[in-house]
């Protein structure tokens, strides 16, 4: 995380010049140039630590981070009773189910960007907007909430607005613990 303080810097500060440089080039082969050196500093930025890295780019190890932490912090949610009241409850406001899945949202975003527990970078947004990590974290998050509560029978999909309050339920802290699983490790 940069600081700022010229006396020190530190690797976000080296991704922060790359970054502007990136803007600057006028040819794709001069852009794939300035992307293979953020990956040299990112993959250089790695220590046994598991702070303080730059991380950059959403692959396949991501992903799997991503899932690891989503079930964890879901098995919980499947488990427990409490998620299906909230269900019942949410499935008739719908204002208030909205909301839930808003803070979903908010909050991963919050952890992924804002909180700063790394240095997280974009390196790819869908559709020149949404970055490709927090959509990857929220798919997986939301995927493996329909794919537990399903397979562990906690969901009754002949009632769909139920069904589908319940993931929004589960699938609140699983994405947070998959914002925290995929950024913790650090790729």
């Not at 040819?27 to 992307?35: A, F, I, K, L, P």
């Not at 589960?170 to 913790?184: Q, R």
Request: glycine fraction near 10%.
């Amino acid at each position: 995380m940069s600081t700022g303080d010229s006396d020190h810097p530190d690797i976000g500060d080296v991704f922060d010049r790359l970054e502007e440089l990136a803007e600057t080039v006028d040819s794709e082969t001069e852009r794939e140039q300035v992307e293979a050196a953020m990956k040299v500093a990112s993959e250089a930025s790695r220590s046994d630590a598991a702070f303080g890295r730059v991380i950059w780019g959403f692959d396949r190890a991501d992903a799997t981070e991503a899932l690891l932490g989503a079930l964890l912090f879901g098995i919980p949610m499947a488990v427990e009773g409490g998620t299906g009241e909230i269900g019942v409850f949410l499935s008739t406001r719908p204002l208030l189910l909205a909301g839930t899945a808003l803070s979903a949202l908010a909050i991963t975003t919050g952890v992924l960007y804002v909180a700063e527990i790394q240095d997280v970078r974009v390196r790819r947004r869908l559709f020149g907007v949404v970055p490709l990590r927090l959509a990857g974290v929220l798919a997986i998050s939301f995927l493996l909430a329909v794919v537990l509560l399903t397979a562990w029978g906690r969901v009754d999909w002949g009632r769909p607005a139920v069904a589908l309050a319940n993931v929004a339920v589960a699938f609140v802290p699983m994405s947070i613990g998959a914002a925290l699983g995929d950024i913790l490790p650090g790729s």
